[in-house]
């Protein structure tokens, strides 16, 4: 009879809960406006409004709804770094509606609801582009010696050059 070695109980592993689902691992639809070099957002949650409209274009601007407005929930923006988001909220200025955490975007610049369409997805396409760049963080620096000398030496001689042009009496 062969004896078996004790068994070990059995540890118990500790269960991590689940991490929340990162937002720039949502699924990118087909048919998805590029709104930077990473950053999309669904068609549908691009919501636009069509008003009439002031500036060039006459009494045709006066009639017709070519003024164009597009509202974006900042949640709905796909594939930005959650920092981006941050940096959005802080460079968008009087385009964000804090209220509901929309950026609200208006053009009626040209004549035509197409080209204000166009005006206003290449102003947010812009506003989000300069966003998902990540500041470089500034190092503070000391002078070098040297360069600290030229300053100097360079100080010196101007001051050297002003007191020669003052008056002397030479007696």
Same mark, same amino acid.
């Given at each position: 009879? *062969?004896?078996? +070695? /004790?068994?070990? +109980?059995?540890?118990?592993? /500790? ?15 087909? #048919? ?10 669904? /068609?549908?949650? @691009? ?8 500036? /060039?274009?006459? =009494? ?8 164009? $407005? !597009?509202?974006?929930?900042?949640? %709905? ?5 959650? #920092?981006?988001? !941050?940096?959005?909220? $802080? =460079? ?6 804090? *209220?509901?955490?929309? @950026?609200?975007?208006? *053009?009626?610049?040209?004549? %035509? =609801?197409?080209?204000?369409? $166009?005006?206003? @997805?290449?102003?947010?396409?812009? @506003?989000?582009? &300069? ?11 000391? +002078? ?12 010196? &001689? ?12 030479? $007696?």
């Amino acid at each position: 009879m *062969s004896e078996e +070695p /004790p068994s070990d +109980p059995p540890t118990e592993v /500790p269960v991590t809960p689940p991490l929340p689902p990162d937002p720039r691992d949502r699924h990118r639809p087909g #048919d998805a406006v590029t709104l930077g070099k990473k950053a999309w957002a669904d /068609p549908a949650d @691009l919501r636009w409004h069509f008003t009439r409209g002031g500036g /060039p274009g006459g =009494q045709h601007v006066n009639k017709t709804a070519t003024r164009s $407005e !597009v509202r974006l929930h900042l949640d %709905s923006i796909g594939g930005v770094h959650p #920092d981006a988001i !941050v940096r959005i909220r $802080e =460079q968008a200025g009087h385009l964000l509606i804090a *209220s509901s955490d929309e @950026l609200r975007i208006v *053009s009626d610049s040209h004549r %035509s =609801q197409l080209k204000n369409r $166009e005006a206003c @997805l290449a102003r947010l396409v812009n @506003l989000i582009e &300069q966003c998902e760049v990540r500041p470089k963080v500034r190092r503070k620096t000391r +002078p070098t010696r040297a360069s600290r000398e030229r300053r100097l030496k360079d100080k010196k &001689q101007r001051s050297e050059k002003k007191e020669n042009r003052r008056w002397r009496d030479r $007696e």
